[in-house]
């Protein structure tokens, strides 16, 4: 094989291989995917979720509470001190 002959064959292989290593990128790209759904939600999204569920908020230290039985126990626990507040003496 003359020098000529074998940079022609070895241009056609790595430019076949470039084209290869494309392919196989995107199928690994959709593949990765795939994998990513089937697992559910990403842990940002569950952290997100779960701070939606925080909807009650302590007046003294701020803490976060998801319903209002919670923050009733924490306001008699933590801060036994201070006066219950008007929207959790009902509860």
């Known amino acids: 094989m003359c020098p000529e002959q074998f940079v022609t064959v070895r241009r056609s292989l790595t430019m076949?291989?470039?084209?290869?290593?494309?392919?196989?990128?995107?199928?690994?790209?959709?593949?990765?995917?795939?994998?990513?759904?089937?697992?559910?939600?990403?842990?940002?999204?569950?952290?997100?979720?779960?701070?939606?569920?925080?909807?009650?908020?302590?007046?003294?230290?701020?803490a976060q509470m998801p319903d209002p039985k919670t923050y009733k126990q924490h306001f008699e626990n933590k801060h036994p001190k201070n006066e219950v507040p008007a929207e959790l003496k009902d509860v």
Do not use: F, I, P, T
């Open 16 to 62: 076949a291989r470039g084209q290869q290593k494309l392919q196989s990128q995107a199928k690994a790209a959709e593949r990765a995917a795939k994998v990513k759904k089937q697992q559910g939600h990403s842990a940002n999204d569950q952290k997100k979720a779960a701070q939606k569920a925080l909807v009650y908020v302590c007046a003294v230290c701020k």
